[in-house]
């Protein structure tokens, strides 16, 4: 048991459920061990010194781009990873908020009422918030008539969901300008202060990530967390032990959906400018990609996959056969997934996912046990 927990293992208060949980969760939720608190220590600090040690713009766009999608992966991660389902329409939830705040300033603020955008900075803020709620409110609505289906019928719904929201972006001319894109969305600012440069707004992005790795690993750690666990275990199992299945899916839904609706909110501020051509089907595959490859149903997995596929997409700039022809760079990303699933199919952390094991127990605490699911999903 001693060599168990310094793998992660944390025990629930009534000594029933246990719950595995990598360092990095771990240590994101006040882990046991001292030395898992330092590992996420010296984490924070290499990603906050990055930027002065690696000066070039270059780079540090780049990282900007990877903490995108750690929160991006992280949140898709939720559905397919936590709960089992399969997502191949995420992006969607990453447009909604994009658009959503591209709509908010330059259609309503500038177009409609003419004024000086610059007053109104903390519009930004309150985005990231509705942003947010909208794409879970779209979440729930994609999640709702899902339910019924599993396996390929419900990742060709959520594909289709995916289509039908770049559709009516490349549509909507009067709303979001078609194809044209919507321009002029203003940098994030704090009162006078403006995130005009790459370092401030890599800076901007890590702080979004990290609270958002954060409020994943304290949500998969509660009640939330372990009937999620469950679902993605044996569903109906976990129904038998009184576990609202369909409620608990709908909030994997909406919960993931919101993460990506914030980042789409940044995303929007971060580049000035939005077209359907930033929210295509690949986008989806390509987050899904980033799960799989750092292992599904973990914390730390889609930061590993985030980071390293981004490094690698960068790398192979640099080559003239690649400059001459990028789509190999995909097919790079389909060659080292083929290779994952030959010779590590879990993922690069698959032993580090997250699982729900039982140990033995008195009656009393069964009961109690079984109560509190009950009461959790009635």
Known sequence: MADERKLGEVEAADGRFVTRLNPIAAALIGGPTRRQRLMLLVLLAVAIALPFVVQEDRWITLMTVVVTYVVLASGLNIVVGFTGLLDLGYVAFYAIGAYYTAIIFQTVLVTKFGVNIDHYWWVMWVNLLVGGLLAALAGVLIGYPTLRVRGDYLAIMTLGFGEIIRIVASNWVGLTRGPSGIPGIPAP???SYHFATSKSLYFLGLALAIVSLWTISRIV??????AWTAIREDEVAAEAMGIHTSRYKLLSYATGAFFAGMMGVFFGHYINYISPSSFQLMQSFLILSLVVLGGMGNIAGPVLGAAIWIALQEYLRNFTFVQIHPETRGIAL???????????????LGSLRVALEMRPGSRGEAEHERQEWSDAGH
């Open 189 to 191: 600012a704090l009162g």
């Open 221 to 226: 750690r509660s009640r939330i967390g372990r």
């Open 334 to 348: 389909g060659l080292v997934l083929v290779l994952l699933m030959v010779f590590r199919p879990q993922g690069l």
